[in-house]
């Protein structure tokens, strides 16, 4: 037998491997497993392994037909060549990630190709002309996957939906929504069936008729979906009962109806920048299930008496009908309350306003004691006028109209929940697992490194341990560095029929009852109660399956994480538009969060952007992992989270949704903005990991410009600061 055909025998039986036309190289030891493909842009990508197991590189060769994010089964290789990452090939693709991508049409003579958005695709989409909906060239267009690649054939698809062209108003955020899934209209059954619901409200002797009682909403000036009323009494005992009516959405909302199942598809409302996706039809969300003052309304009602300590030593559950006093929004209840401003509709809701303040406090108190963690980070809001464009970043404050109303929420959510716990059937949760192991030695050596001698124990960690810490800390310079990384130790919350309490608020157990209107869950908490009071209407005999609630419980989850990737993408976009004219400018910010390819510096407006360390031309810097800092190899200089720097914006790429700042002030901007791009181009750590943490996967890229380190010329004065001061906000809301 020649050797031709033993090396033909051995590539068949997959011990060879072809590399070029008759070169062949050895197929790796033969074992598999499976993960997440991520490519990064048309070279080459990584599948990522679970915790704990080394990401496997796969060269551009050896990625078959897998697209960014497929679920594939990948063969060992061996370690790519001067490095120790394992190298892999792409045997099998097990899952597709990517039915539908958002990409610009480029029309050919006898056929066209959709470009992705999404570079990490690294596949253009050929689209048969039949299959354009007429498109011209230029538009960007949503495009279904109809054959997948394969080695020497594109992947093909048909244009679904045309997402408009450039300079339409409200394309960019177009593109996202379509990126994430996100529909942008109900279909037209759903609607149909939404006009047919019956909006009379009439009296049943069920329900607990609580017209007459004084109650309230309070919601921010905009909101439309008002799902959630409040009212509060004083009892003969110093007790008070405090009242919670939520909208009665389970009525409306029919078990497997087409509206039920739209809703269940969605699983939440998504606010993105500009305009709100909500979970249920308009004639819903802001018509007859919005508790609008001076209305009859069907409701579910969770009363509860609280003692001074904030127990809840008494309760009732039940469907009501109610009637809003006034609507009440955060501002005007927070002037009333903490500054006696009071407009005077107001003035008759005073005293019962006063008293839910004493509740809140009384509340908030309880849970400080049980040891809830309670993290006030700035929010910022970005105005736009009417064609999208970002005018300025208001800061959102949290007042104590928002503390009140948030402190009623949880003390309702964790009662009926409780209740919920107590029939003893399958349930739905919301809950907060312990922190991993892994995080939290990585955050215990975080502060033993800034001094704080502290031991963590991951099998009695409780939620007071670290709010001891942030007590112990508060007021010092490290209060900052401390927070953040408290926060990054926490798990994700979720939805779950596994009741394991929610560490965050240190509660035992927890659901979500109050926006029904937002969040299916709150639906099949509302459907659950009902089942369990042998209530007329609301539910279905599959509501109370264990088998669905498991099934929705998991779906809502996913959706809710898609809807916060989609929000925060939005809020992206618009920032680092709203950041284009400052090109050039010197700021003050605070290191935010540090990586493998740089740090990411957070300005008093609430933007963000990285210093790439290709960019940190005064030393030779590398990311000391284990105490989450960069040290400068030469000097010794170490840049630390939360340490205030001052930066030059060097570029606001809107179409990446990046911020690039460099360190100090600049001599020749144009020089720095040349370097950043071919530094860009050859980078892949930026879009392996979140801006918030650091990479498994990213390299510190120093390589890709440390041929021209000694062409820039950056000069630090020392937290000089210059802004725009007729584009500087205030931050009031």
Wanted: hydrophobic share 35%.
């Amino acid at each position: 037998m020649n050797k031709a055909r033993i090396v033909r025998l051995l590539a068949k039986e997959e011990y060879l491997m072809a590399k070029y036309t008759d070169v062949y190289k050895y197929a790796g030891s033969g074992q598999e497993v499976e993960g997440i493909y991520k490519g990064y842009r048309k070279s080459f990508g990584f599948v990522i392994m679970p915790d704990g197991i080394d990401d496997i590189y796969v060269s551009v060769e050896n990625k078959g037909s897998a697209m960014h994010n497929d679920k594939v089964r990948v063969r060992i290789l061996g370690s790519t060549a001067g490095n120790q990452k394992k190298e892999g090939l792409v045997v099998e693709v097990l899952e597709r990630a990517n039915e539908t991508i958002v990409g610009t049409y480029d029309r050919q003579q006898s056929f066209g190709f959709v470009i992705p958005d999404d570079e990490r695709i690294g596949e253009d989409v050929y689209v048969a002309l039949e299959n354009t909906m007429n498109a011209r060239s230029g538009a960007k267009v949503l495009v279904k996957i109809i054959s997948w690649p394969e080695k020497k054939r594109k992947a093909e698809g048909i244009i679904t939906e045309i997402l408009g062209y450039e300079g339409d108003v409200g394309l960019d955020i177009n593109c996202i929504m379509a990126n994430h899934k996100i529909p942008f209209s109900f279909p037209k059954q759903v609607l149909d069936e939404s006009l047919r619901i019956d909006t009379i409200i009439r009296n049943n002797p069920k329900r607990l008729d609580l017209r007459n009682e004084q109650l309230v909403t309070i919601d921010g000036e905009d909101a439309k979906d008002l799902d959630d009323a409040v009212s509060v009494q004083v009892l003969d005992n110093g007790n008070y009962k405090l009242g919670v009516h939520i909208a009665d959405v389970s009525h409306y909302v029919i078990s497997g109806s087409e509206i039920d199942r739209e809703a269940y598809k969605r699983g939440t409302s998504v606010y993105l920048v500009d305009r709100v996706i909500p979970m249920l039809p308009v004639a819903l969300s802001n018509g007859i299930c919005s508790l609008n003052a001076h209305e009859d309304r069907y409701a579910m009602t969770c009363l509860m008496e609280i003692n001074e300590a904030g127990k809840v030593v008494d309760y009732t559950i039940t469907p009501s009908i109610i009637n809003v006093g006034r609507r009440c929004n955060y501002k005007e209840v927070f002037k009333a309350i903490d500054q006696n401003i009071i407009p005077d509709d107001m003035i008759p809701f005073m005293p019962m306003l006063h008293n839910l303040y004493k509740v809140s406090q009384i509340l908030n108190k309880m849970r400080q004691r049980r040891g809830a963690l309670d993290f006030d980070f700035p929010e910022y809001r970005v105005m736009l006028d009417h064609d999208g464009t970002p005018l300025q970043i208001v800061k959102r404050e949290r007042t104590l109209a928002e503390r009140l109303i948030e402190e009623c929420m949880l003390i309702a959510n964790e009662t009926v929940a409780t209740h919920l716990k107590n029939t003893h059937r399958t349930s739905v949760y919301r809950i907060h697992e312990k922190p991993s192991e892994e995080k939290l030695s990585n955050f215990q050596t975080v502060l033993n490194y800034l001094g704080q001698n502290i031991l963590l124990n991951a099998d009695e960690i409780e939620p007071r341990n670290f709010q001891d810490i942030l007590h112990a800390i508060k007021g010092t310079d490290i209060e900052q560095v401390a927070q953040i990384m408290t926060l990054r130790s926490m798990q994700q919350a979720k939805y779950s029929i596994e009741n394991v309490g929610h560490f965050g608020l240190a509660s035992t157990c927890y659901t979500h009852f109050t926006s029904p209107i937002r969040r299916y869950p709150d639906l099949m908490v509302h459907r659950l109660l009902k089942a369990d009071m042998h209530w007329e209407d609301g539910y279905k005999l599959r509501d109370v399956k264990e088998e669905f609630l498991a099934r929705a419980s998991e779906h809502s989850s996913i959706q809710e994480q898609v809807a916060v990737a989609a929000e925060r993408e939005t809020d992206d976009l618009k920032k680092t538009q709203y950041m284009v004219p400052f090109v050039g400018q010197v700021f003050t910010g605070h290191v935010s969060s540090i990586t493998s390819f740089g740090m990411f510096v957070e300005l008093e407006n609430g933007i963000d952007g990285l210093v790439h360390i290709s960019m940190m031309n005064d030393d030779y810097y590398f990311y000391d992992e284990e105490h989450f800092v960069m040290v400068g190899k030469r000097t010794g200089t170490i840049y630390r989270l939360g340490q205030e720097v001052t930066v030059t914006l060097v570029k606001a790429d809107v179409e990446r949704k990046q911020i690039d700042f460099v360190l100090g002030e600049v001599d020749n901007l144009m020089l720095i903005q040349e370097q950043l791009k071919q530094s860009s181009n050859k980078s892949k750590g930026r879009n392996s990991s979140s801006k918030r943490g650091s990479s498994r996967n990213s390299s510190s890229n120093r390589s890709s410009s440390s041929k021209s380190r000694s062409n820039l010329k950056i000069k630090s004065k020392g937290g000089k600061k210059k802004t725009n001061k007729s584009k500087k906000s205030k931050h009031k809301k």
